[in-house]
């Protein structure tokens, strides 16, 4: 357990997550204080981990996610006491990836969860692309869920809107108050931060990797070239990218240009979004990396090293990676096991490995960070026996890894949803249907590296986990909050890199960028950029 000052002490360091968004105007005529002073006054949760499953492939400090060959045989039972959250159903609002699941009704997996928790968890599931316009809408009309995921980033959000719509959870969380939810007080505490606003804790945390994730390789596809898929530099890398593209078998190196330009800018340790040095920030794209990478990239699209639809077809690059069109695809670290579940039955050997940008002369290697969060869930406000319940809800969704709760969140229930393999289960295809509820995005547990399907490839997890986290490049504006940034990033963002996109495509010269840029700093960027500058001065004051 951290000291309550010490917790302090990172809000300070780490978080402040809407510092720059000035309180005045709250309707009290009082003097103004910024986010990041009122947030330093907050108590986040005390962190008590939990210790019940051992592992030769532990978790660090710095951020590894530990590694597990096999469930334990005996799963301890979460809630030996019964369902936790008896009571009335509580209505989740929250967005989803994948296809959407099978409705209660007809979901063994739903209906047995709900049984454990003791309430029906209603979940109101929106596809990924509309959630944006849905949480406004839900917020201007006024006829809230009882909680729902929110972006962080969100365009919506206000220090006035949390405090009249959301409940402040800091009676319940704070320090060791969380011990009552002992499940939530095993998220770490950098998953927490960005859940203090208007000096208190507002939100719930929904747990990710810090190591981002790796630039998958077909290891398949390169051993069939024989080719060594290490490069050291990048100009062995373009090199290999040429080796392994073969257009007569409609084999390319890569297929989407702009994870190719984010490897090129981690090759040049360019920075995570923004840099900051001495509080001053400069955004990725505005640097003599930026302007580097669109050449890289250029010279790969030139070499025909790319998908011939890279630049003209978008949501197929996936398919491309798993189907073999591609052989290498930077993506998330969960897509790991996703591409061994949806690809690897209809490929004979398929295997996946994971690359880190080589140093750009074959020096030091960086890797940028990941979010410690995806988004964050926020709770009406209601009584607090209610609240109460609400939290016991969201605790069950955060069983850890060797419970049964986990177990029954992760894989389902034993026969419809999963066959057991000695002490793991594997999911059936009612399983694989059944278990995409968006559980995770409520809450949950701290990610581990298990895959019980093919338990061999944890090693490798873990391999690329010890080699990423040393080298982690933070984004130093992920606490912060920009309200300019959330109502005007979107739509620059998709002008800009339709000029990058046409930059490494070839049809646009590069010496176009700077201009580019110099739109970006007129219409919107230096004053996010002033925004962040004051959060960051105000969280380090």
Same mark, same amino acid.
């Given at each position: ?45 005390? &962190? ?84 944006? #316009? ?11 869920? #009882? ?35 002992? =499940? ?8 927490? *931060? ?89 955004? &990725? ?53 996703? =591409?061994?579940?949806? $690809?690897?039955? *209809? ?50 969704? *955060? ?11 992760? $894989? ?49 997890? =873990? ?50 960028? #700077? ?27």
């Amino acid at each position: 357990m951290t000291s309550a000052l010490s917790r302090r002490g990172f809000l300070l360091g780490a978080a402040g997550i809407t510092a720059g968004m000035a309180l005045s105007g709250c309707g009290d005529g009082g003097p103004a204080i910024s986010q990041a002073a009122a947030n330093a006054k907050a108590q986040l949760p005390s &962190y008590i981990p939990y210790r019940g499953v051992p592992t030769t492939m532990p978790s660090s400090p710095q951020g590894i996610t530990p590694g597990y060959l096999h469930y334990p045989a005996q799963p301890v039972k979460a809630f030996p006491e019964g369902p936790p959250a008896a009571g009335p159903g509580i209505d989740i609002m929250t967005l989803i990836f994948n296809p959407v699941p099978p409705p209660v009704g007809r979901n063994t997996m739903w209906k047995a969860l709900d049984k454990s928790v003791g309430c029906d968890l209603n979940f109101q599931i929106t596809p990924v692309g509309d959630y944006p #316009d849905k949480f406004a809408v839900v917020i201007a009309g006024g006829d809230l869920p #009882d909680a729902m995921l929110m972006l962080l980033q969100s365009a919506n959000r206000s220090p006035q809107m949390l405090s009249i719509l959301f409940q402040d959870l800091s009676e319940h969380l704070s320090g060791d108050n969380i011990r009552d939810y002992p =499940y939530l007080a095993n998220i770490p505490t950098a998953s927490w *931060a960005p859940c203090a606003m208007n000096g208190g804790i507002y939100a719930l945390p929904m747990p990710r990797m810090l190591s981002g994730g790796p630039n998958y390789t077909r290891l398949d596809l390169f051993r069939k070239k024989g080719v060594d898929p290490n490069p050291t530099s990048w100009k062995e890398f373009a090199q290999l990218c040429e080796d392994i593209t073969d257009p007569k078998a409609n084999q390319y190196a890569l297929g989407d240009p702009i994870t190719a330009f984010n490897f090129a800018m981690q090759s040049l340790h360019g920075a995570n979004q923004w840099g900051e040095e001495n509080g001053k920030f400069t955004w &990725y794209l505005e640097t003599e990396e930026a302007k580097q990478s669109l050449d890289a990239v250029r010279r790969l699209t030139k070499a025909g090293t790319l998908h011939p639809d890279a630049y003209s077809v978008t949501g197929k690059v996936k398919d491309w990676f798993g189907g073999g069109q591609i052989a290498m695809n930077p993506d998330a670290p969960s897509s790991w096991n996703d =591409y061994y579940t949806t $690809y690897a039955s *209809a490929t004979k050997g398929f295997e996946l490995g994971a690359m880190i940008a080589p140093g750009w002369d074959g020096g030091a290697r960086a890797q940028w960070q990941g979010s410690a969060n995806y988004a964050v869930l926020v709770v009406k406000k209601a009584p607090k026996p209610r609240i109460k319940q609400i939290l016991r809800a969201m605790n069950a969704l *955060a069983a850890p890894f060797g419970t049964d709760g986990y177990l029954l969140r992760k $894989y389902g229930v034993q026969g419809p949803d999963h066959t057991m393999q000695g002490s793991d289960p594997i999911l059936t295809p009612q399983g694989q249907n059944e278990v995409t509820l968006p559980t995770i995005f409520a809450t949950d547990a701290p990610q581990v590296l298990y895959y019980p399907a093919k338990p061999e490839i944890v090693a490798s997890q =873990y391999a690329f986990q010890k080699a990423a986290v040393p080298i982690l490049m933070p984004n130093p504006a992920e606490p912060l909050y920009s309200e300019t940034n959330a109502k005007k990033s979107g739509l620059l963002q998709t002008s800009i890199d339709d000029t990058r996109k046409g930059i490494m495509q070839g049809r646009v010269p590069l010496s176009e960028w #700077d201009g580019v840029m110099k739109d970006w700093r007129k219409n919107a960027g230096d004053q996010i950029r002033a925004e962040y500058e004051k959060a960051w001065e105000d969280s380090h004051a």
